[in-house]
């Protein structure tokens, strides 16, 4: 069992950052394959960014490459979202997932992702 807990949402002007956390439980965190996805009102939770077991390999969604980067740190069984440059358009509520079975890879749909958290909202004013 995987439990995530993200954190370090909140409210933002346009143009601010804002860095998300996901702390993870279980034994062999180094083994998953980390993800962060998003959902806005009336749209459906899209893929945002991911990152393989030994971080050889990072995927980020067209719309947040060059603002946002992923990034992890198994010695604290963590993953992380630097978003730079927020607009509008990116206020959702931000989740981060755990892909288990297939950790040196990617995977860009959710349903490859077994566990999740309960997820934190991002509001960008404009």
């Known amino acids: 069992q995987v439990q995530l807990v993200e954190s370090g949402g909140g409210l933002v002007q346009a143009g601010g950052s804002l860095r998300l956390s996901c702390a993870a439980s279980?034994?062999?965190?180094?083994?998953?394959?980390m993800g962060w996805f998003r959902q806005a009102p009336g749209k459906e939770r899209e893929f945002v960014a991911g990152?393989?077991?030994?971080?050889?390999?990072?995927e980020h969604a067209d719309s947040v490459k060059g603002r946002f980067s992923i990034s992890r740190d198994d010695a604290k069984k963590t993953v992380y979202l630097q978003m730079n440059n927020l607009k509008p358009e990116d206020t959702a509520v931000y989740y981060c997932?755990?892909?288990?079975?297939?950790?040196?890879?990617?995977?860009?749909?959710?349903?490859?992702?077994?566990?999740w958290g309960q997820g934190t909202q991002v509001t960008v004013d404009s």
């Open positions: 997932a755990a892909d288990t079975q297939r950790g040196w890879d990617i995977a860009l749909s959710l349903g490859e992702y077994e566990y």
């Open positions: 279980g034994r062999t965190f180094s083994r998953y394959a």
């Open positions: 990152v393989n077991w030994s971080a050889s390999n990072t």
